[in-house]
């Protein structure tokens, strides 16, 4: 069973106007979340996090939000740009105390189209 | 600084043939890991190593060897290769040492495999 899953696995949006990605997860002992992107032919690279006692987190165009009632998360990109077409991941961290069980666990991408 | 490089980038086998995947980071990262990316399965964790001398399973090892060689290396070893093992293998390491902090990855570029 998926603990954090990102329910639509494509979005198209034109350029200027606002992407919002989203992602669901179950398990309220999650310390962390972060958003990663994938370039086809690449590794994915870490774009944004949040902590659990945060409800936003903005960086630049990107920004992260948080509804820890509603366990659900959120990455907003404004405005869009055609090289943000990428696919997205979200991520989720236990907690410190895991130690050296602190896997992610991911959820399985949207890919993000931004039309020129 | 290299972060995270894997070799090779691109491998054709046949099937029953072995061959092993390299990965180092030189970050000085405690954990490391070896995924697979898949077509809508998003990225699943093969075997990981939380610190030196430590492997274990992740949630698809079957078919699949990990040697934490020291720090800095972790290999994948597929010992009779499989076309369904035809996928893209990204390597990663983060600093879990049970410190706080977001539990980033830092991903390798990829290696793609073919078995045919």
């Known amino acids: 069973d998926q603990q954090v899953k990102q329910n639509s696995p494509s979005l198209s949006v034109q350029e200027g106007r606002i992407s919002i990605l989203n992602c669901d997860y179950t398990n309220s002992m999650f310390d962390y979340f972060l958003w990663y992107k994938k370039y086809p032919a690449e590794g994915p690279t870490f774009l944004i996090s949040?902590?659990?006692i945060k409800d936003k987190n903005e960086d630049g165009r990107f920004t992260v939000f948080l509804n820890k009632s509603a366990k659900h998360l959120s990455l907003h990109i404004v405005p869009s740009q055609p090289g943000d077409s990428a696919v997205y991941f979200c991520a989720a961290a236990p907690p410190p105390n895991a130690g050296n069980n602190r896997k992610l666990i991911w959820g399985l991408g949207t890919s993000l189209a931004v039309n020129p | 600084n290299a972060g995270v490089t894997q070799t090779p980038k691109f491998q054709v086998l046949k099937t029953g043939q072995s061959m092993t995947l390299q990965c180092a980071q030189d970050?000085?990262?405690?954990?490391m890991y070896w995924y697979r990316q898949d077509p809508g399965m998003g990225l699943r964790l093969i075997y990981y190593s939380a610190s030196e001398g430590t492997t274990d399973k992740g949630e698809v090892p079957n078919g699949y060897n990990v040697s934490r060689l020291n720090k800095r290396e972790f290999s994948l070893r597929l010992e009779s290769a499989a076309p369904s093992q035809t996928s893209v293998y990204f390597c990663?390491?983060?600093?879990?040492?049970?410190?706080?902090?977001?539990?980033?990855?830092?991903f390798g570029e990829g290696s793609r495999l073919t078995v045919l």
């Open positions: 990663a390491s983060s600093d879990n040492s049970g410190r706080a902090g977001n539990g980033e990855l830092f």
């Open positions: 949040i902590s659990s």
């Open positions: 970050m000085n990262h405690n954990s």
